[in-house]
């Protein structure tokens, strides 16, 4: 199987010098909608799952707690280096989005941007996700999915198989995933390529995910 936590790891790594050219200016507004939908507050302590190199700091206030993951250590220097630079308050681990060394409820805000469709196991992903959220926490989640009302089609997953293992994977569905890990979604709105990308914010449903 290519899409694989070490894969993922040793591809990040060759990216994150190239990484901003490719993917600020793309997915900038993107990011920008999907953040303004959540209830920010001051002193909120706040995850990114997948941060990357920090691209989503710009839209963050800086009166939060900020907390940022990765599997590549290259991209958490670069993300510790923004953060930094923009005045946070911010602590940057290397870390598997899929194992959390965090303790429950610890986060009032956790975003998950374009690591849903990367992770081997989304579905663990979401799971810690909302094991480390607060009861009265939110989910930001931007990605993207194939629509909710139909699976991907023969030939999709086939093309699949070439772009899970170069960049993502195109057949996962947003709202089976969430629902399954527990996430009552509040808003949902295509952000990006019509309705490929899309902006989810989420609560916990107070069912524990499995």
């Known amino acids: 199987m290519f899409n694989t936590t070490g894969w993922n790891r040793l591809r990040y790594t060759l990216y994150a010098p190239v990484y901003d050219l490719v993917a600020e200016r793309a997915f900038r507004r993107a990011r920008r909608q999907a953040l303004s939908a959540v209830d920010w507050q001051t002193g909120q302590r706040v995850l990114i799952v997948g941060a990357g190199t920090g691209l989503d700091l710009p839209w963050l206030p800086r009166s939060i707690e900020l907390h940022g993951t990765d599997l590549s250590p290259a991209m958490v220097r670069r993300f510790q280096a923004r953060s930094d630079r923009l005045g946070f308050d911010a602590c940057a681990r290397v870390m598997d989005a899929e194992h959390l060394d965090y303790p429950d409820a610890h986060f009032d805000v956790v975003i998950?941007?374009?690591?849903?469709?990367?992770?081997?196991?989304?579905?663990?992903?979401?799971?810690?996700?909302?094991?480390?959220?607060?009861?009265?926490?939110?989910?930001?989640?931007?990605?993207?999915?194939?629509?909710?009302?139909?699976?991907?089609?023969?030939i999709r997953r086939a093309l699949n198989l070439v772009t899970s293992a170069i960049a993502t994977d195109i057949t996962r569905q947003a709202r089976p995933l969430l629902d399954g890990?527990?996430?009552?979604?509040?808003n949902d709105e295509p952000v990006m390529m019509g309705e490929l990308f899309r902006a989810l914010l989420a609560r916990k449903s107070g069912t524990p995910a499995r």
């Open 112 to 154: 998950m941007h374009l690591i849903l469709a990367v992770m081997p196991q989304p579905q663990q992903g979401l799971h810690e996700a909302y094991r480390v959220l607060a009861d009265d926490g939110q989910l930001c989640v931007l990605d993207k999915f194939q629509p909710d009302h139909r699976p991907a089609g023969a």
């Open 181 to 186: 890990a527990g996430f009552v979604i509040e």
